[in-house]
Every structure is written in C-alpha cells, then in structure tokens.
C-alpha cells in the first residue's frame, strides 16, 4: 500500500494497459481518475464495485480545454493530483503500411493524440505539481521507438518523440519536485489489439520469436514498471525510460 493518499490519473484508462495500470494503481491505495474518450466511467465504476475510490473524466487529450477539465476533475473528486500516468495512444486500430503510403492527414492525428496530447495531459496538471512542490509523470512509450519497426512510421516516430520529451520534462521539472519516467512496452495483447486480428496475427509471432522470454505480452506485465516509478522506491530517478518487452531488446 505504498500509494495510500495519493490521486493518479491515467489517461486511456478504460481498457487495455490502461485499466490494468488504474487496477494496480488503486491496490496500492491510490485513488484514481480514469480519462479517456469513451469507457471512462463503466471502468470507474468497475473500481468503486471492488471497494476503491475512483471517478472518471470523458475527454480526448488532444484537446486543450479537455486536459484542463481532466485536471479540474480531479481536484474536484479527491482534492490534489499526485500522479500522471500518460497512456493515452492511437496503436491497435493501425494498418500497416509503407512509409510512402502515410498521409500528412496520417501523421497529424497520430502526433494530436500521441504527443501533443501527452503534452497537454502535463501542462494541466503542472500548476498542481508546482503548488505542491511534488508529483510523478508516467509517459507510456514503446519498444518501437528503440527497434524502428517497419510498416508504422508515423507511430515509431510518435513513440520516440515521448523518450525525448521525457528526457527534457525531468530537466525542466526537477527544480520542482517533480519526477518525469517513462515505460516503454514491447507488443501487447491488450483489449484493443484483440479487436484487430490483422495486427495481432502480424505482429504477435514475429514479437514472441524475438523475445528472450518466449511468451505473448499482456497489460498485467507493464503494471510493475509504472506502479515501481510511481512509489517511493523510485524517488531519485528521472528522465529514464524502463523497456518491459520480455528480453526483445536490452537498453
């Protein structure tokens, strides 16, 4: 129960690596905030049946007055904001396709919702963090951004973009208490892979075949990494990135 009086949010939260992070979030004794597009409060409501405190916010993050509700939310709900879990991302419902097929229409969305938003989710919740001289952000990237897997440019780049803007958000935010790490997972059959059967069926085996642990990759495994950075054993390290991919690739 190392998180008992603390509030996370995490965005995408309804489903996938998202609730399985708002699931070990609360049984370390968080309250928690689930944001996202649609699901938000069937998923809260989810928690508060199993006896944790939890509430919802339904926003799209790439959206600046919606980042703005979702901090406002919480402050509402449970009085502070202690933890930002960034989760938020367009992955599952990808096509793959050659680079000179990505259209510039493509690109912007994928780089609204997967960058731009987590920089919004940041800024709305910074002035808190500066007011209480302390808080946690948890940028979900991804084992792609170290591999430069084909077929997804766009997402790769989307996924790079976080490590760097990880790296400069803990410079930045240091001086004020604020710790800033990043997770990258490697290919995982979350809620929204399963939807996409060309996706899972392209990637899954190519991932397993390339891991030093030859299994497939569920949300549960990514859980530790965000729990560990969000707790008090972690309270001297920033601006890392921990790749959880079962031994795909060693950074």
């Known amino acids: 129960m190392d998180l008992v009086d603390k509030v996370a949010i995490v965005t995408g939260g309804a489903m996938g690596i998202g609730f399985a992070t708002c699931e070990a979030l609360a049984a370390q004794g968080a309250a928690i905030v689930i944001a996202d597009l649609k699901g938000a409060a069937a998923a809260a409501e989810k928690l508060r049946a199993r006896g944790y405190k939890a509430a919802h916010a339904d926003i799209d993050v790439s959206v600046e007055d919606d980042s703005h509700r979702m901090a406002e939310a919480t402050l509402k709900a449970f009085g502070r904001i202690d933890i930002l879990v960034n989760n938020a991302a367009i992955y599952s419902a990808l096509s793959l396709k050659p680079f000179e097929q990505l259209t510039v229409t493509d690109w912007r969305k994928m780089l609204d919702v997967n960058v731009i938003g987590q920089f919004l989710c940041c800024k709305a919740v910074l002035p808190t963090f500066k007011k209480q001289g302390s808080g946690r952000i948890i940028n979900i990237s991804s084992g792609v951004a170290f591999k430069g ?91 890392q990135t921990l790749v959880v991919d079962g ?3 060693y950074h």
């Open 149 to 239: 897997n084909p077929g997804m440019l766009h997402y790769v780049a989307s996924k790079g973009a976080i490590v760097s803007m990880t790296r400069t958000l803990a410079t930045e935010l240091g001086e004020h208490g604020v710790l800033v790490n990043s997770v990258a997972p490697g290919f995982t059959l979350s809620d929204g892979v399963h939807q996409n059967p060309e996706l899972a069926k392209t990637v899954s085996g190519f991932s397993v075949r390339n891991r030093a642990l030859k299994r497939d990759m569920v949300p549960a495994d990514v859980v530790g990494a965000v729990t560990f950075f969000a707790g008090p054993h972690a309270a001297f390290i920033t601006g």
């Open 247 to 249: 031994g795909a690739y």
